[in-house]
């Protein structure tokens, strides 16, 4: 969609994610080639084959952040954290090996060796401390700039193009964008990087500490039923062994915690996005009196929030069974095992103190699912839903390639033409057709009116026409450096400053206050003139009609060449409606227009009218008629409409 050029450039920020192109142009990375299913597959393994691949998905784009268009820190904050982690473990050794020589010296009774070790642990535990802050500042500013990044790339793809709005209009696995974005991303975000972080620790701590135990331990030999066996680093075999039992358990246990976690997001963005429309709508639901069928649907979505807790609460219960009792257990175990060479003497307090410690941290290593199994579940759904979403964009960018998909092409008119449709047609995205072949030439200066039955396509044209609606066949073509502004039927209004919902999408400092109060002057919101510089929220304090004056107001500001109205009086009366018109014709001479609208009072404002008219296979233009006769000038779509009448009588 063509956009209408601000009067000043404001400074910006540089982009976070920054892909340049070959004519030096920030451009978007190509979606990922599409993955089709097997076609052997029932439909159960096709879904299940899609979740899987959901995860491939995410890992295509969230890896960029250490490619070359991406973030210029991440290789060093990551390899900061790998050092650090690495530190850590070094720092945690030492601890354990001071743990031995003092429990030694306290058995010994050597008060020197006692005093001499508590100054030593003092840098230990001081160093050990340090490390952990360090890990945070560095694991956190992964997150951080992780998630900035991806979050970046993601809404340049979103808002690009439109492709915000046809989410709406295509099927797909992509409810509730703004909750994915905000928080499934993030935790999406977050997550890998701690289990990373996690991972490579207990790695090295599982590596360094079952050589502290095989050398602590030894063999144990034991004798069963007048046979003697010995059980070569016994401590290592019983914590592997440990560990294995319980790391078994939770995955046995918490199956399901992947899908509950998913359904469970899923409930929750379902209620936010029910409680943030009652919001936007609240002036209608309360002059209907809806107040009672909307707290029925709110109690609806709760219901099922409560619920997927609840199911999500019965995994978290098996999971803390299972972590719970192996936390209390595990100190123990190795004092047990440890007792009998203690007894006898061929260990001392000190290594079976070292063997308790390490056969702990031993176990925590490779019990390292079983503390974070819940939290991999719930990233492992909300990697999903952001994916999903990722994959709905791929198909729109797809679309706009070309790439299988009917599409409309843009392009620029090859005479002096303010606008070409050049056998335009408007489909579904599943190729339903809407409107059928159109030929339009409208010429600069020209005024429009697309008239037609409600369901012809009308609305769907226009947004055809400024670049909403890709779907169809043949061009839309404009006359080269001309600008385009629309205004639908319901104006959007920004939050913050009157000013500001008055310039947008320019800036609020673009235009002066005079500038801008001289604009609301002219579309009859004198009583605004004080309130420019007021913040409240506009959206909900503007009446309909005075949204849609605003609109015209920002229309005078913009000066564009070409105007797109949608309805865009429908909440005037007409006599106002009729002021706001003559005001556009008289501010706005040389502008091209077209209209979509009912009122047949609009014709006094418009030059020309084409009327749909709803056919199998589409609507199709059915009149092209000069409501202002100019002398010299035929349109294409009448030429075009007589001769096929011509054809019909003569066949």
């Known amino acids: 969609m063509q956009k209408p050029a601000r009067k000043r450039e404001t400074g910006k920020k540089p982009p976070i994610v920054e892909i340049v192109g070959e004519t030096g142009e920030e451009v978007a990375p190509p979606p990922p080639e599409l993955v089709e299913p097997d076609p052997e597959l029932s439909p159960e393994e096709a879904e299940q084959a899609r979740k899987d691949y959901l995860l491939t998905r995410f890992w295509i784009s969230a890896r960029g952040f250490w490619g070359r268009n991406g973030d210029r820190l991440a290789w060093l904050y990551s390899i900061g954290l790998g050092v650090l982690i690495v530190l850590t473990v070094g720092f945690q050794y030492g601890i354990n090996v001071w743990n031995r020589a003092i429990f030694d010296a306290i058995e010994k009774r050597e008060a020197s060796t006692v005093f001499h070790l508590t100054a030593v642990f003092f840098p230990l535990a001081i160093g050990s401390i340090v490390l952990g802050v360090a890990q945070v500042f560095a694991r ?21 193009n439109g492709r915000y709005y046809q989410l709406n209009l295509v099927s797909g696995d992509h409810k509730n964008p703004e909750y994915r974005i905000a928080e499934d991303l993030r935790v999406a975000t977050d997550s890998p990087v701690d289990f990373l972080a996690g991972v490579t620790s207990a790695l090295l701590s599982a590596a360094t500490f079952i050589v502290v135990l095989w050398t602590i331990g030894g063999a144990l030999t034991v004798t069963l039923a007048g046979s003697t066996v010995t059980i070569p680093g016994f401590l290592v075999i019983a914590a592997m062994l440990y560990a294995g039992i319980a790391s078994g358990s939770i995955l046995v246990i918490g199956r399901q915690f992947v899908q509950v976690s998913e359904d469970k997001n899923q409930a929750e963005a379902d209620f936010r996005y029910t409680l943030t429309r009652v919001r936007e709508n609240g002036e209608s639901i309360a002059l209907l009196g809806g107040e009672e069928e909307e707290r029925d649907g709110i109690d609806r979505n709760f219901t099922n929030v ?15 069974l299972v972590s719970q009792g192996s936390s209390l257990v595990a100190p123990v175990v190795p004092l047990l095992l440890c007792a009998p060479k203690f007894l006898d003497g061929s260990m001392t307090l000190g290594q079976v103190m070292q063997a308790a410690s390490a056969f702990t941290i031993v176990q925590s290593a490779f019990g390292w699912l079983v503390d974070n199994y819940p939290r991999l579940a719930d990233w492992n759904a909300c990697a999903r839903r952001i994916a999903s979403l990722m994959m709905s964009l791929d198909g729109l960018e797809r679309a706009e390639q070309g790439d299988g998909f009917g599409r409309i092409k843009r392009g620029e008119t090859s005479n002096d033409a303010m606008l070409e449709l050049k056998d335009l047609s408007v489909t579904l995205d599943d190729g339903t057709a809407v409107v059928g072949e159109t030929e339009v030439v409208i010429e600069p200066g020209e005024r429009l009116l697309v008239a037609g039955e409600s369901g012809t396509g009308k609305s769907t044209l226009v947004r055809a026409i400024a670049g909403l609606w890709p779907w169809g066949g043949g061009s839309v073509n404009f006359h080269p450096d001309r600008r385009l502004f629309m205004l639908p039927q319901r104006p959007y209004v920004p939050s913050g400053s009157l000013r500001r919902a008055v310039a947008y999408p320019g800036a609020e400092d673009d235009w002066t206050v005079e500038e801008i109060g001289e604009a609301l002057h002219k579309v009859g919101l004198d009583h605004l003139k004080e309130k420019i510089e007021e913040e409240a929220p506009w959206d909900q304090t503007l009446s309909g009609g005075e949204k849609q004056r605003l609109a015209f107001a920002r229309l005078l500001l913009h000066n564009p060449d070409i105007v797109v109205l949608d309805e865009a009086t429908s909440a005037l009366d007409e006599k106002s409606q009729d002021k706001m018109m ?22 006094a404002f418009h030059s020309r009218k084409i009327v749909l008219e709803r056919r199998k296979g589409g609507a199709k233009l059915v009149s092209d008629i000069e409501l202002i006769p100019r002398k010299g000038k035929r349109k294409l779509l009448g030429r075009f409409l007589r001769q096929r009448k011509t054809a019909k009588k003569a066949a």
């Open 140 to 160: 956190m500013g992964i997150q951080r700039r992780w998630r900035a990044w991806l979050t970046a790339s993601v809404l340049t793809r979103w808002l690009g």
């Open 306 to 320: 409560l619920r997927q807790w609840a199911r999500l609460a019965g995994q978290h219960m098996r999971t803390t």
């Open 582 to 603: 003559k005001m556009v014709t008289d501010e706005l001479p040389k502008a091209t227009i077209v209209s979509v609208a009912h009122r047949v009072e609009l014709e």
